[in-house]
């Protein structure tokens, strides 16, 4: 599986809401850096700024300010957790220490600029949410040992100045076809619910 493969150095992983994108890559950076694949789990998401407020206008800490657009990380680790939970509680609480010790950081896209991010299983959700531009800086931002995965859904983008062929995902999906070192995933269901999936079709 391209997800927990560490010679596929980018995976693009598109499907409807619903369907499991952040879950299924969230869960595969867990288990990647509980067998010392990777040293740790990065997750972003482009933040799409409301009232012409951008991050650096609102009050309080990095985590403070992007907290608010960072929950589906959390609902996902939370559901990822009762799993575990649900087994064993020494399973629940290796996963608590991994975010206790900060093995699992959440940062803004936002902030990126300038880094060099080795070693590290990378997430970024919503990634049709970005420009063309803004999918080459995050992408060469990888140092050595890094493994980059974005995920998005092209019917679903929030920004009037793209669409479903100039967003930033269809974008890397096209360029990097072919590429040895990376893969692109498609899932074709829901998993939500029945309802929404039948928002997806009809709306």
Do not use: W
């Not at 985590?63 to 609902?75: H, R």
């Not at 880094?115 to 970024?124: A, Q």
């Amino acid at each position: 599986d391209a997800l927990l493969d560490p010679s596929i150095s980018l995976v693009t992983l598109q499907g409807a809401a619903g369907s499991g994108k952040t879950l299924l890559a969230l869960a595969a950076g867990l288990q990647l850096v509980k067998s010392k694949k990777y040293e740790s789990i990065i997750a972003a998401r482009p933040v799409i700024p409301l009232q012409a407020q951008d991050l650096g206008f609102l009050k309080g800490s990095e985590q403070e300010k992007i907290a608010p657009y960072m929950q589906p990380f959390f609902d996902n680790l939370a559901y990822i957790k009762s799993l575990y939970s649900s087994k064993t509680s020494k399973s629940a609480a290796k996963l608590d220490k991994l975010t206790e010790d900060g093995v699992l950081t959440l940062t803004a896209l936002a902030f990126i600029r300038g880094r060099s991010i080795p070693n590290s299983f990378f997430i970024i959700d919503e990634a049709q949410n970005l420009t063309p531009h803004e999918i080459k800086t995050i992408v060469t931002r990888a140092a050595e040992g890094t493994k980059l995965i974005f995920t998005g859904d092209i019917n679903q983008i929030d920004t009037p100045y793209m669409d479903k062929k100039s967003n930033g995902l269809t974008y890397l999906i096209d360029r990097f076809k072919g590429q040895s070192i990376s893969a692109h995933i498609k899932l074709q269901r829901g998993e939500r619910s029945k309802l929404a999936n039948l928002a997806n079709k009809l709306l």
